[in-house]
């Protein structure tokens, strides 16, 4: 199988079900909080100089970003179901997406005349609509409400399973296949510009019906997922070189340049980075450092402008970050809302108890978290009479 078929298959299939956690939570179980701040031109940055002349599409009108209201920060989280909205069967949802306030949620689910995607606006059932067998999940929703989509169309040929990448947009009622052939929608910003992947080719449609336009990659090397998008355009992606990811940032219609990282956090060294979003003048994201079987992902974020990060252990591994500087951790007893030196419990659904281990597939994944930290969702999976059910949740924190 092929990397790039390798890829479509690993992200359709986490959409199924659950992304597998690094297993070992070493050295990170106390909190602990540092910051390190450098220029982005530092040592071990990819030589950019070379490129093409850089794209000069704007991709995506300047927005204002949404205004982050200072608040005293909280010290509960209480979690509640969402309601299977009429016509879907129950427990059928997977790809679970929210816009940057997590008022408006999607996720892809089953009804009896196939496969839908329902939406849900302040924790109530607004729309369910129709989509291709092929969609496998919500990739982004935007501040706007707008919906992008992606999945496979699996093709088995001898001693090969072919995947081909698809997406689509979901606006005013109307759902658009994006143009080009292989594939994925990653993000979106509020004026309807979309980034994602044209096989290993980072790309942006500026609009549903647009072409699909490359941004300057150097030569020879590939990006992937995650992506993310802000609203003045500017993009940020991994690039990968030497069997790690390191995530850079492509300014509107310039050229890429690589985002700080530590060589190492006490003493073993950083492997990759990921992103989650871009607002508000900040990357938010997370690193990973690896040493033989160990490994631990911490929350990080970046100034763009300045070229420094902060970066913080927390309570567990990281899973999602805001620019804000708040992250959701997979600890030993639980999942934990953290910020600096505030630590929050984030409850499972009632009547499941969590196994020990978070890999255990039964864990809440959360995969919304608002700027202020209050607002999370997320789908936990439940095993309940032999049937595989997969629960929309929603956490309010006060």
Not at 149 to 177: H, I, N
Not at 210 to 238: C, F, K, N, Q
């Amino acid at each position: 199988m092929s990397d790039l078929n390798e890829l479509l298959a690993d992200i359709g299939d986490r959409a199924r079900t659950y992304d597998v956690t690094e297993r070992a939570l070493a050295g990170g179980k106390r909190r602990r909080t540092r910051r390190h701040a450098t220029l982005a031109g530092a040592t071990g940055a990819l030589a950019v100089a070379a490129l093409l002349a850089a794209v000069s599409v704007p991709f995506g009108r300047p927005a204002p970003e949404p205004a982050v209201v200072v608040s005293p920060s909280p010290t509960a989280c209480t979690v509640a179901e969402l309601p299977t909205p009429d016509g879907v069967r129950p427990g059928s949802f997977t790809g679970l997406a929210g816009d940057p306030t997590g008022r408006i949620l999607a996720a892809r689910g089953e009804a009896a005349t196939g496969a839908i995607v329902a939406i849900w606006i302040d924790g109530r059932p607004s729309t369910v609509f129709a989509v291709p067998d092929t969609v496998d999940f919500v990739a982004a929703v935007s501040s706007t409400g707008t919906l992008v989509l992606s999945g496979r169309q699996v093709k088995d040929t001898p001693g090969e399973v072919q995947y081909t990448g698809m997406a689509w947009v979901y606006e005013g009622g109307t759902l658009t296949r994006l143009k080009g052939q292989d594939v994925l929608g990653a993000g979106i910003n509020a004026a309807g510009a979309v980034v994602g992947l044209l096989g290993w080719s980072p790309v942006v449609w500026q609009d549903a019906a647009a072409e699909p336009v490359r941004l300057p990659v150097p030569g020879g090397l590939r990006t992937g997922h995650p992506m993310a998008i802000a609203d003045d355009g500017s993009v940020v992606a991994p690039i990968f070189q030497d069997g790690s990811a390191r995530l850079h940032l492509w300014p509107p219609g310039g050229s890429p340049r690589p985002l700080v990282l530590p060589a190492a956090v006490d003493g073993v060294p950083v492997f990759d980075s990921a992103v989650d979003t871009i607002a508000d003048g900040w990357i938010s994201g997370t690193f990973l450092t690896r040493a033989g079987g160990t490994s631990y992902r911490y929350a990080a974020r970046w100034k763009p402008d300045t070229g420094t990060i902060e970066w913080s252990a927390g309570p567990g591994r990281a899973t999602v970050t805001n620019p804000q500087g708040w992250a959701v951790h997979q600890a030993t007893g639980g999942l934990v809302l953290a910020r600096e030196d505030v630590t929050v419990d984030v409850p499972g659904l009632p009547g499941y108890p969590l196994t020990a281990q978070p890999y255990a597939g039964d864990w809440p994944r959360v995969t919304v978290l608002s700027p202020d930290g209050r607002t999370l969702a997320g789908l936990q999976f439940t095993l309940a009479g032999g049937t595989p059910t997969r629960h929309v949740l929603s956490w309010t924190c006060r």
